[in-house]
């Protein structure tokens, strides 16, 4: 059984900052994609950023330069350090795990924290 834990989420002004980190935990085999996504109040859930385990990143085009995503494969943990935030950022953020075992793939997401940002 895999599991992912998500903590960080909070209230914070527009301009400020948050962490969110995400820790892996169960059969985890090979990690392939570590990641963040998130779903606003009435919105489809979207991509936030992703790592791959040879850490190449990938952002939405409205977080590039704010947000940062790292991860820790010993630990089997993924950060976003999330700068400027904006009210639009606010949302419940997903983590998301993706890894490979017997050439096939599995995917898997945390209960998702709250992240809100007020003007």
């Known amino acids: 059984q895999v599991q992912l834990v998500e903590s960080g989420g909070g209230l914070v002004q527009t301009g400020g900052s948050l962490r969110l980190s995400c820790a892996a935990s169960g059969s985890i085999f090979r990690i392939k994609t570590m990641g963040w996504y998130r779903q606003a109040p009435g919105k489809q859930r979207e991509l936030v950023a992703t790592?791959?385990?040879?850490?190449?990143?990938d952002y939405a085009n409205s977080v590039k330069g704010r947000f940062t995503i790292s991860g820790d494969n010993a630990k089997k943990t993924v950060y976003l350090q999330m700068n400027s935030l904006k009210p639009e950022d606010t949302a419940v953020y997903y983590c998301?795990?993706?890894?490979?075992?017997?050439?096939?793939?599995?995917?898997?997401w945390g209960q998702g924290t709250q992240v809100t940002v007020s003007s």
């Open positions: 998301n795990m993706v890894h490979a075992f017997m050439a096939k793939e599995f995917s898997y």
């Open positions: 790592i791959t385990s040879g850490s190449s990143t």
